[in-house]
């Protein structure tokens, strides 16, 4: 470079290291790249399985490696490969407890974000994600009849259930305490407190301020199945009293469920020594968890030469193709699902809790990168007029480029969770009926060799070996076009 200006010096180190940046960051999103849940939705699952588990090979070493392992997992299951799935989600959780003993590198991370975006910070997994992990991993188990494994992954999830709230207190207060100590606090605090930029956020907000949320970090699901199992499975008293205590839990967050009230009753009568009378359960998963999507607002910072200051945030979208119910027929008698758990309401309260950090670093990253920009852009302004506005043009189109939302989420989740129980029928026959017409007769599993696979039906019979007191068809409906999904298990 012997011979060059100065200015034409820096131009010259500045194209590669914008050009770098451009290649390493990206503005493709997460929704962008996955097709998983284009097939997913489709009801391709041979090819969302195999798109999965190529994506989850391909990443496992990298930033993604949690969610795609997460989406692997699911779509296992959904063709009922239960081992396979639960060693994917083995991968994950192991994934999620590295990166809480990596302060340190999350730390890195996170001043590499601010000159890039949150979607380049590894992702460590949210709560509801290690909740329902061990949730679909006890429900594999219970599919390969090994209940004494399916206890472990109940006790976790009941653990996480208690240790998140705490977790986003802390995760609050540190980054809070990070944006003070931060040279540009002032700044930070003058964007978020903005009236323009508030409305902007809180009318990304609509499409879910409207939806009901429980208590933070709960799952009514799991907590319905931990009293489920714990009832059937019980090894004393301590166990019939978890039950109870699970079952009280529910009810107490939606005390409209019938179902939930029969479950109260059958452990009371079970701790007055009264046996469990032969029931049949119907769970039923129906349609797909909310995406994330992004919406860019400007930031009210204003820098001379700088020509793009903006911010890309993750808002919430629920997914409305689903079907609404299921209604089940046993000995002449009908009866509908309802619903045990609404992962919009799971994953609503999530992304709320979460949202003040989101914007707090977004903000932060934004000014931190404006400020890179306008001095990078005022040193060239001095030298060269042509050259400054190569400059400004260079410096926003990297901006523009590393803008993007952190939108990675557990897509593959279902949008609700709703039960129904009633008594075995004594024909050992039940009949599913969806609000679109499809009819699926079902011989329940009650033998002790009951095969536990997962069959795709449409207006067919699935048959399996009958004789349990407790038995449980699970129901799977991506769509409201795709075919039911069918599997059974025993309790007990």
């Not at 009810?251 to 009230?261: I, K, M, R, T, W």
Request: a neutral charge; proline letters at 4%; hydrophobic letters at 40%.
């Amino acid at each position: 470079m012997a011979g060059m200006r100065p200015f034409q010096k820096l131009i010259l180190l500045a194209i590669p290291v914008i050009g770098v940046s451009l290649l390493t960051t990206g503005c493709e999103t997460y929704r962008q790249k996955n097709k998983v849940i284009v097939y997913w939705r489709a009801g391709d699952l041979a090819r969302a399985q195999a798109e999965a588990v190529k994506r989850a090979d391909k990443s496992a070493g990298g930033k993604d490696a949690i969610i795609w392992r997460l989406e692997e997992g699911t779509t296992l299951r959904a063709v009922g490969k239960y081992q396979e799935s639960n060693k994917a989600f083995d991968q994950a959780q192991t994934k999620m407890e590295d990166y809480a003993q990596m302060a340190k590198v999350r730390l890195g991370q996170e001043a590499a974000a601010l000159l890039s975006n949150q979607a380049n910070l590894a992702y460590e997994g949210r709560s509801y994600d290690g909740i329902m992990l061990n949730t679909y991993e006890a429900l594999n188990y219970l599919a390969l009849g090994e209940p004494e494994k399916a206890r472990p992954e109940l006790i976790h999830a009941y653990q996480r259930q208690q240790e998140a709230v705490e977790d986003n207190r802390r995760r609050i207060e540190k980054t809070q305490a990070e944006a003070a100590k931060n040279k540009d606090s002032a700044l930070i605090d003058q964007a978020e407190q903005d009236p323009t930029f508030q409305a902007a956020i809180q009318n990304s907000m609509k499409g879910i301020n409207d939806i009901h949320v429980y208590a933070d970090y709960v799952n009514p699901f799991t907590v319905y199945l931990d009293g489920l199992f714990f009832m059937a499975d019980s090894t004393g008293a301590s166990d019939l009293e978890r039950a109870h205590k699970s079952f009280q839990r529910v009810a107490g967050l939606d005390g409209s469920n019938e179902y939930v009230q029969r479950n109260l009753t059958m452990v009371n009568d079970l701790m007055n020594g009264k046996p469990l009378p032969p029931t049949t359960y119907v769970i039923f998963e129906t349609g797909c968890a909310p995406i994330r999507d992004q919406i860019r607002i400007d930031i009210p910072i204003l820098f001379a030469n700088v020509s793009y200051v903006g911010a890309a945030f993750p808002i919430l979208v629920p997914q409305d193709n689903f079907l609404p119910w299921l209604t089940v027929t046993a000995n002449g008698t009908n009866y509908q699902t309802r619903t045990v758990a609404s992962m919009d309401s799971i994953v609503a309260r999530d992304f709320k809790n979460e949202l003040p950090v989101v914007i707090t670093k977004t903000v932060a990253a934004t000014i931190t990168k404006a400020t890179a920009a306008y001095f990078a852009n005022h040193a060239v302004n001095n030298q060269n007029d042509l050259a400054g506005l190569f400059m400004q043009l260079a410096t926003a189109a990297y901006q523009m480029a590393v803008n993007i939302a952190d939108t990675r989420t557990w897509t593959t989740l279902p949008k609700d969770f709703q039960v129904c129980c009633f008594p075995t029928p004594p024909d050992g026959k039940i009949e599913l009926r969806t609000p679109t017409g499809t009819r699926v007769v079902v011989a329940l599993a009650c033998g002790n060799e009951a095969k536990n696979d997962l069959t795709p039906a449409n207006g067919l019979q699935t048959s399996m070996n009958t004789g349990s007191v407790l038995s449980v068809v699970y129901v799977k409906s991506i769509a409201a076009g795709t075919p039911l999904l069918v599997s059974q298990f025993r309790l007990q």
